[in-house]
Every structure is written in C-alpha cells, then in structure tokens.
C-alpha cells in the first residue's frame, strides 16, 4: 500500500514539474509559436547571416528562442455599456490636459479598462528586431564603459528589446536622447558606475507616484513615461532600466516579492560594475553625491527574497516547470527571474512537512498587510521541503497549494538571526501575564513601518496563530498600555486597534521582559 501511494505521489509531481522544463528554448519551438509571425524572424536571422555577423546572428537568436514568454499588457477602454472609447493620452497637448479629458468622458458616460494581452512572438517585426539589435551592439562595441561586460550579460541586460510587460515600441532613440550627457567629461571612461550616476542624474525630473494614476496602466512604457513625466516605484526602476542600456549599460531589475517584516514591497536596480559585481540603486533616485547611483539601503528592511529579472527563460524557475494554473497568483507566475537574494542579505535554510502525502509543491509566506504572502516556493525531496537562501530574523508561514486554496501549516516558523529555526507553537502549560505598550519593543537596526501605537482608552484585540488566527482577549488600554492575561509562551501574537489599518505586524513576546519583536 505505501509502495502504490509512493508512485502516486511520484505520478502527481512529474505531471506537474515535468523532467524537462515547460519551455523548451529551441528555434523551432518558437517559430511554431510566432505562427503567421514566423517570416519576420526568420527575416532577421537571414539578415545577419548572409551579413556574416556571427554575433549578432547569435544575438538574434537568443533573443528569438527566449521570445515566446514575452507579452505587452495594455488597457483599452470601453463605457460601462460596453461601449468602446476612442481614447488616448497622447492626443493631448499634456499630460494634465489628457487628464482633464478623461474625467470629463468618466463623468459623463463611465468609462473602464478592459485588460488586452498581445504576444511578442507573434507580432514583432524584423524592423524592430534589427534596429533594436544594430543598436544594442553598437553602443556595447563603441563605448569604453561596456567593454568588460561578457557576451552573456550583454544578451540578458543590455540587447532585450523589452525588460517587463510594458507596451511593445522602440524605446531606444528617445532613451538615448533623454540621457545623452551621461557619457561626457568622465574622470574614468572605462567605469559604467561613473556613467550609471549620470544616467540617473538625467532622469531626476521624473516624480514618483506612490497612489495609483488617475489614467491606469498595468505598466507604463516608455512613451507614457516621457508624457506624463511620473510613475510608480516599477514603472521608474523599469525606465532606468532601458535609459542605461541604450547607453550601454548592463543594469538589472531587482525586487523583493513583500517586505519580511514591513508593509508592501519595493523594486529597484543594480549596475554591473566592471568587475562583474552588483551595486545596487533606487531606479527613481538621483546620485547622493558620493559618485555612484543613490544607493538602495539593503539593510534598512528586512527582506526574505530578492529576485532578478532576466531576459531569458530561467529553467530553475517554478513558471518553467508548472503549469500556472497549479501556481497561486503572484510573482512565481514569472519564468524569467533568478535568486539573488544572498547578494542581499545573510541567509539560511528553512525545512518543513506536510502530513498530506500528496503535496509535491510547498510555499513560503511572509506577514504582510494583514496576510500570508509568497516569498518563495519549494518541491518535495523524500518527506521534507527545504527552502534555501531565506532572510534571516523573518517569521516564514509554510503552505501548499491544491484544488485553487491554500492551506497553511499548522505553525509558523521563525528563522533567527543566527539562522536557526524554531517552531512557534503555542504553549498553555506555562501562561504569563504582560503589559504591551509603546515603549517596550525591541529597538532593532531596522526602518520598519509598525504602524501600531496603543493609546490609553482604545480598545485592542489580541490574536495568536494556533492553527489560525485565534482570538486571545479584549482589553481597554491606559496611559500604561493594554493588559493580557494568560498568554502562552513560544507563541506569535497579532494585536488589532478598533479599527485596523491593515498595516499591523505581526509579534512574538518575551515573558520574562514583556518586549515585543516586531515581524
């Protein structure tokens, strides 16, 4: 019986992950997949051949075989009728008239996106394509500050003609344009920092927007971005992106899926230095006069995962090996990202298991506005995951995903800051007695936004994880905090206002000192 249940098992997860990945990266393979849009790539692979450039040929079809995962994402726009709506920005004058226009359609008619996905594969011209590439050799060939940059890092950061799902269009003459001083009176030509700071200099005129735009995108380009001259943190990491490589630069994408023990997430940028290292930027900063692009603080939050986009297909990636639909909705859906979160931050292991004997795929989670949210994923090796590079001083939540629901471990598990792992299940044999308040926490190197502040005369809830959120007690605060009683040790707590904000953290409590550690 264990025999057949084992095969069972195995069935399921080779279904599932496959022993090749789901993306195959032949030409073939992509030709099939371009359908109709087939003779323009091979137009560009001719091109270059009966050329005799070896290398752009080669270029070409790294960039042809790693295709078919590429899309544009757009809005178009339609009345509440369904009606469509001849509407777009870029038939105004500005970006604030463009705006004008559009309230005035929205409180007339109503007015909503509908959401259109469109393949690169299938309508990407040879045009396009051979612009795109003449140009990208030419800027890495004929500037000092590209020339350390190997072959490869020059396929994957400075030739793609996208980096995200933004509006397919030529990007790289206006982008040029936009930063053309970046390359002028260096102290060192051969140092792509040097350049990178000035590309970011160029761009300071840019405002970031936190809210979402009155006119929304699912991610603007590069035309939008010239027009309305704002964006959000992607959309601006996103555009320091394709501003340094039309100058040559090999600049890479990072994010951290959700803050470990913050609210929301972050997006940003690294520059590949001539050593072949990373340095790290905020892609809506300017220089912070030291020299080099504002740094980004990667210390400032904790962080569980830091992720790379990448222009090619990433094999080791779960979107290579699962088919979406078996993948709960986030950033795993990406088959083009890489781990680089030891880059980061110090790292160290977290192991879990499930009694369920079917489960071939486990999730990590982090808190993060007021829920569980994936930070990474991991498949079954005997009875055990094993989650590999995770932050350190993170409070992780192990789930699987089957039938569209997750479901959570019993427990969470904190991963110290000396890499340890420790399993938070409460215990009852030995209550304790605290008072919270806002002078006992622990105080931590960490910029974290705890949004909580107990005033005296509010009422709070306290919550502990067993199983799931259980309601602990109710109790009115005084000018010395809010009492509880009978808490169990070895527990992680959740402590809710009258009215929550969705910005509340998640803690464990010391008994002996009654200090909060904020997760």
Known sequence: MKYILRLKVLSMFFSFCGILSLYSQTLEDAFTAAGSNKKHLEAVLNHYKVAGETQKYEAAKFLIKNMPIHESHTYTWVSNTGVPINFSEFNYEDFDVALQAFKAIKDSIGIKPVLSKEKDIEVITSKMLIKNIDHAFNVWKNNAWSQSYAFNTFCNYILP??????????????????????????????DPVEVCTNVMNALKGFTFRYTKSPIPAPLLGTQQLLFRREGSCPELANLAVLASRAMGLAVTYDFTPHYAASSNRHFWNTIIDKNGETIPFNGSSASDGSGTPYHYDTNHKRMAKVFRKTYAIQNNALASQVKKEHIPYSFLWSSNIIDVTK????????????????VAIAYLNVFNVNSWSIVDWAKKEGDTF?????????????????????????????????????LLKPNYSKPFNCTLSNTNKTINKYQENNSLTIEAGDTY???????????????????????FTALPTNALFALMP??????????????????????
């Open 461 to 483: 809830t306290l919550y502990c994880w067993n199983k799931t959120w259980q309601k602990i007690a109710t109790s009115k605060a005084t000018i010395k905090g809010v009492q």
């Open 343 to 358: 880059e980061y931050v110090a790292v160290g292991t977290v192991t879990c298991n499930f009694k369920e004997q079917n």
């Open 386 to 422: 094993t989650f590999k590079n995770m932050g350190r001083a993170i409070v992780y939540m192990p789930s699987y995903y089957k039938n569209k629901k997750t479901t959570y471990a019993l427990y969470p598990i904190l991963l110290n800051k000396e890499g340890q792992q420790k």
């Open 161 to 190: 003609y996208r980096s995200l799902i933004e509006p397919l269009e030529e990007w790289r003459d206006e982008c040029s344009f936009l930063v053309q001083h970046a390359g002028r009176n260096l102290e060192d030509d051969t």
């Open 498 to 519: 009258s009215t929550p904000d969705n910005f509340e953290r998640i803690f464990t409590i010391n008994q002996e000192t009654s200090q909060i550690t904020w997760y």
